[in-house]
C-alpha cells in the first residue's frame, strides 16, 4: 500500500531516528473511506470538537481489513461491508502517555468501501460514549472546514486532527477529483 503521508509530532521533533525507535509502542489501525456523493461517513467527537475517519486499532492475529470490518460494524453500525479496496498508510510518530512507553509509531491503513445504506446499531467502547462519539454523514469539505476551525480555535484539540484532515482533503482531491472551494457552507454558517 503507497504511504500517504509520514508525519513527526512537534513535541518530537528535535529526535533523531534511532530515538525515535527507542522505548516506542507500534500500533496498526484500520481506517475506512465511505463516500455517498459529496458526503462522507465520519465520527463526530464532542470532546474533540472534530471529525475523524471511522476505524480504530487492529487487533492481535487480526488482519487490516478484518480490523476494518470490525470497527466500521462497532463504531458506525455499518452493514453489508463490501468493495474494500487499498487507498494510503498515513504514519506518524506521537508521544505516548501510558507507563512503559514515550513514544507511539502508528500506522493507519486506509480503505475505500461501500456499506448499506442504513446504518445498525453502535457498539461503541464506554470512553468513546463518554467523549460524545457518534457516526454522521456530512458534506466533505464541510468536515474539512470544520476541522481547519477547529486546529486554529481549540486548545482541547486532539492529537489525531491533523492527520484527519489531511485525509479528508487528499480523498475529495483523489477520490472526487475537487479541491476544497474557498468558502464552504460550515463557514458561511460560522460568519453569519
Not at 55 to 82: F, H, S, V
Request: glycine fraction near 8%; hydrophobic fraction near 35%; proline fraction near 3%.
Amino acid at each position: 500500500m503507497r504511504l500517504l503521508k509520514a508525519t513527526v509530532h512537534p513535541d518530537l521533533q528535535h529526535l533523531g531516528t534511532s530515538e525515535l525507535h527507542q522505548n516506542t509502542f507500534h500500533r496498526k489501525a484500520a481506517r475506512g473511506i465511505i463516500l455517498n456523493g459529496g458526503n462522507i461517513l465520519m465520527l463526530y467527537t464532542e470532546r474533540y470538537h472534530d471529525y475523524t475517519l471511522p476505524g480504530g486499532g487492529i487487533d492481535e492475529g487480526e488482519d487490516a481489513i478484518e480490523g476494518l470490518i470490525r470497527e466500521l460494524e462497532e463504531e458506525t453500525g455499518a452493514q453489508n461491508i463490501r468493495d474494500i479496496r487499498e487507498f494510503g498508510i498515513y504514519e506518524e510518530y506521537r508521544p505516548w502517555y501510558k507507563p512503559d512507553f514515550n513514544i507511539m509509531h502508528m500506522l493507519s491503513y486506509c480503505y475505500v468501501c461501500t456499506i448499506d445504506e442504513k446504518l445498525g446499531d453502535t457498539k461503541l467502547e464506554d470512553y468513546e460514549v463518554k467523549n460524545g462519539m457518534k457516526p454522521v454523514w456530512i458534506n466533505i469539505f464541510d468536515a474539512i472546514a470544520h476541522n481547519e476551525h477547529t486546529i486554529a480555535n481549540s486548545k482541547k484539540k486532539g492529537m489525531s486532527i491533523e492527520r484527519e484532515t489531511f485525509l479528508l482533503k487528499t480523498i475529495a482531491a483523489e477520490l472526487l477529483g475537487q479541491e476544497m472551494p474557498e468558502a464552504s457552507a460550515f463557514e458561511l454558517k460560522a460568519a453569519s
